[in-house]
């Protein structure tokens, strides 16, 4: 069975029938089902759902100690049971019922975190609240026992037959194919649940939205891994992996533990459509209600590439939010965002071509007229262009491998080898990555005429990210060197190896002097670009940068 990730609104684990819907999950208020309760049984606070699951949390730590689902045990591995971060330790841990819901709260320093369990649904409600950096990360993993699931897919890996090639977290197998718990490569826009399934038990983490978290709606995180060992899920609000924003801070939630019959979860509980208006009376401190939100509406953006999908962002220093614009017109709408004053981005791709300030009132639509975009580098006439503004690497070599493998994977094709203009697809021949100890030197070959030979043009080298302040050095024709380039504030942790290009977009631009040209017209100008960085590294953790497009322009 498949187990990679796939599109929004679809299962994150192995296939299932179309359409078919978990029969215990339902975002409607439970009527109170035979069986439901709690006990205390001196350690723990015990909770049954009354439908077939019943869960413990520990009343020293808040872990969740056991997840039993029709009478078979699923959590722990490895000496470790679920928790927030990787165990808070010593809590105070408290419980309430209120109707047909139970509220367990854990309060660790100035962090809060709440399981809540409703009547009749085999569902486990989730909440994090952080108010500082007493933690570096704000993540819940569900730890699962061995062998209950299947261990397959780019983020599962076999300890005791392959081989760790990279910080203890990037394994090559026999066959040369390479894994990590890094590789599930899924933005976290494109995704709502992320799990397993046998065919008859499926258990899946929903997302949250994400308001909370940190990284925009194109950051990839950590979703699960497996191993001969256990297997893990994650709800990941803030990793320093890639990390190109502050961590934010306040209540975020609910997300969703789910046991299902093996279908995937219900899309009631997805994020935009789960109603949560039953957790609005267990008095969570900071849990905002839809009363207590706002939306935006736009008509729609102008100058649009239909080429390419649009995003529209929100952002501040409390929240971020984000919705995709409709093909053709733009026309997007955004719900339930907090109150505030947001940075309002249209991404083309994942490159930022449009921002405005944006103001959102508790209870009221913001209507904005259409936005015409006017930030697109792609609208510059060109001498010729490899690759596309998007804000990726796509269409550069192996870029669609690098998100769930590593560079040195045996799929990959070879990184080295340069690129002829005039030729055929010459942007495939492009490596979507270049490193100061791999490939080093890549040549670009292409004509002028003779009146474009006799000007000065400008050079743009755009990037999505660099390792080790990794930037482009260019040399034309041997003859023209141009300046070293400061380099861009970038994530300083590893990027290119795992799984992500995403960082901080940034444009080079370099002006060739007319001088620099062959005036021949018949003879290919050389155009080379060399990866130049004050720190040292070796092989595919040297200083290195990710490509989104390189363009000459008239």
């Not at 397959?152 to 977290?169: K, L």
């Not at 220093?317 to 984000?322: E, N, P, R, T």
């Not at 719900?335 to 083309?348: I, N, S």
């Not at 660099?466 to 380039?485: E, H, K, M, Y």
């Amino acid at each position: 069975m498949s187990t990679r990730p796939v599109r929004r609104r679809t299962v994150l684990g192995a296939a299932v029938a179309a359409g078919a819907l978990a029969a215990t999950t339902t975002a409607a208020a439970p009527a109170a089902a035979a069986g439901f309760g709690w006990s205390d049984d001196g350690t723990s606070y015990v909770i049954d759902t009354g439908a077939g699951l019943v869960v413990r949390i520990s009343k020293a730590t808040g872990d969740l100690t056991s997840i039993l689902y029709r009478g078979k045990e699923y959590e722990g591995y490895g000496g470790k049971h679920s928790h927030v971060e990787s165990g808070l330790g010593a809590s105070t841990v408290t419980l309430a019922q209120t109707g047909p819901t139970v509220l367990v709260t854990v309060v660790h320093g100035t962090l809060r975190h709440y399981y809540a369990v409703r009547s009749g649904l085999n569902n486990v409600y989730l909440w994090t609240d952080k108010a500082d950096t007493s933690f570096t990360a704000t993540r819940f993993i569900v730890r699962l026992k061995p062998g209950v699931f299947p261990n397959e897919g780019p983020d599962s890996w076999v300890e005791g037959a392959d081989t760790v090639i990279e910080a203890g977290d990037v394994w090559r197998r026999t066959d040369g194919q390479t894994r990590s718990k890094h590789y599930s490569g899924v933005r976290v826009m494109d995704y709502d649940h992320v799990g397993y399934t046998t065919g008859s038990v499926g258990l899946w983490m929903v997302r949250s939205n994400h308001e909370k978290a940190a990284g925009g709606p194109f950051y990839r995180s950590l979703l699960r891994h497996s191993n001969e060992l256990g297997a893990g899920l994650y709800e990941i609000l803030h990793y320093e992996q890639s990390q190109t924003e502050a961590m934010r801070f306040g209540l975020q939630g609910p997300y969703v533990l789910a046991l299902t019959d093996g279908a995937a979860p219900d899309p009631a509980l997805f994020p935009g459509a789960h109603d949560t208006s039953w957790a609005d009376g267990l008095g969570i401190p900071g849990w905002v209600g839809s009363a207590g939100r706002g939306r935006v509406a736009g008509v729609g953006l102008a100058g649009m590439d239909p080429a390419h999908p649009y995003t529209v962002g929100f952002a501040n220093a409390a929240a971020q939010y984000w919705t995709r614009a409709a093909a053709g017109t733009g026309a997007y709408s955004c719900r339930g965002m907090l109150p505030g004053t947001y940075t309002l981005t249209v991404h083309k791709g994942e490159l930022a071509v449009h921002t405005a300030q944006v103001t959102v009132t508790a209870g009221a639509a913001t209507a904005l007229h259409t936005i015409t975009i006017t930030g697109d580098p792609s609208t510059a006439p060109a001498v010729w262009r490899l690759g596309d503004w998007d804000g990726t690497p796509a269409g550069f070599k192996n870029a669609r491998l690098m998100t769930h493998a590593h560079p040195s994977d045996v799929r990959a094709a070879a990184w080295t080898g340069n690129v002829v203009v005039d030729g055929a697809n010459p942007s495939a021949a492009v490596p979507c990555y270049l490193w100061k100890d791999v490939n080093d030197g890549f040549l670009v070959y292409f004509r002028l005429t003779a009146a474009q030979a006799a000007a000065a043009h400008t050079l743009r080298i755009g990037v999505t990210t660099a390792f080790l302040n990794g930037r482009p050095q260019v040399t034309v024709n041997d003859s023209w060197v141009s300046a070293i380039p400061s380099p861009p504030a970038q994530p300083a942790t590893r990027s290119l190896t795992n799984g992500s290009y995403r960082g901080n977009n940034h444009t080079f631009t370099y002006s060739v002097p007319a001088s620099a040209w062959r005036t021949d017209p018949s003879q290919y100008n050389v155009l080379r670009l060399n990866v130049v960085s004050g720190s040292t590294g070796t092989g595919f953790l040297s200083a290195g940068t990710a490509l989104d497009c390189v363009d000459l322009l008239v």
